[in-house]
């Protein structure tokens, strides 16, 4: 299965229960300033509300469109729920799905569910679990996400269900990197990005702090996370923006890495810059703006 899908395409996700009474024209439609779009019956819809999230899923994708400057995913509530979706009219559609609670346990089954589809889905599988939790579990739960590694876009960090096993909740004015989950972001960018997998940046939930948003996004795109979780339609903007500063500032760095006659140590911008051990930073960062210029390509063409 190929990989038409780039990480670098994502952006802020924007999370949207399929209870949601406009679900089919977001669908259709989108989002002002959102690249990818995730529809959820998981967390964002109560067990008595899953029958109708479905119903109103299963009539959205019936008269969906071919996809245009935005990306769309369902994140299933569990296998069953994603057996179902798999059987709805226009499901091919959907770039692909968000695997909540994924783990050693339940990977297997997502895994035999999607081979039997024909349509090249991508999925994201979400670190939520106390798996994720123990370190010493880590390289089983990668040799479980290597089966699934061509179809895997990314891995996605379920912050909130994280600081849940620990009895915790975000405070006020504290970013993810405040909290335990900044050990917990190290493990997995450690665990993960070596191995060749990109990490989403776990959800920030409180809806109208702008500032503690910038400074948690600039501390994701220190780890390297260039794509986050969104949960309200106002927090698109501050996330592009952060991504987009961020490219402009370090795209002369990074396209002097990869010149043909870089020099092996060299200085620019204040920095020192080694064409070598900058190179794979390099290139991440030159794709980030590639896909930025396009967005902004599209929604103003």
Not at 15 to 37: E, N
Not at 101 to 110: C, H, I, N
């Amino acid at each position: 299965m190929s990989q038409t899908i780039s990480y670098f395409e994502l952006g802020a996700s924007l999370y949207t229960p399929c209870t949601h009474p406009r679900l089919g024209q977001i669908m259709k439609q989108g989002i002002s300033a959102a690249r990818s779009l995730v529809f959820c019956t998981e967390d964002a819809v109560n067990a008595d509300e899953l029958e109708d999230a479905l119903r109103n899923l299963s009539q959205s994708l019936a008269s969906l469109e071919p996809r245009g400057r935005f990306r769309r995913f369902v994140r299933p509530r569990n296998v069953e729920v994603l057996r179902r979706i798999l059987t709805m009219k226009g499901v091919e559609k959907l770039d692909g799905f968000v695997l909540p609670k994924a783990d050693s346990q339940t990977l297997p089954a997502y895994r035999a569910l999607l081979n039997t589809t024909t349509t090249p889905f991508v999925v994201m599988p979400t670190l939520e679990t106390a798996e994720v939790l123990d370190q010493s579990a880590l390289a089983g739960l990668r040799n479980q996400l290597d089966r699934f590694s061509r179809q895997t876009l990314c891995l996605r960090i379920g912050g909130n269900d994280l600081l849940n096993l620990m009895g915790l909740k975000r405070l006020p004015g504290l970013t993810a990197y405040d909290t335990p989950l900044r050990t917990v972001i190290e493990q997995l960018v450690i665990g993960f990005r070596p191995h060749g997998y990109e990490l989403s940046a776990p959800v920030f939930d409180f809806i109208d702090d702008r500032s503690t948003l910038i400074n948690e996004v600039n501390h994701d795109i220190s780890y390297g996370l260039l794509a986050k979780t969104a949960i309200h339609p106002v927090q698109l903007a501050v996330i592009e923006q952060q991504y987009a500063l961020y490219t402009e500032r370090h795209i002369e760095q990074a396209r002097a890495v990869l010149s043909d006659d870089a020099k092996g140590v060299f200085r620019l911008n204040g920095q020192m810059m080694e064409r070598t051990c900058h190179a794979n930073w390099a290139i991440r960062t030159l794709a980030l703006a590639d896909q930025l210029t396009h967005a902004d390509t599209i929604c103003t063409g």
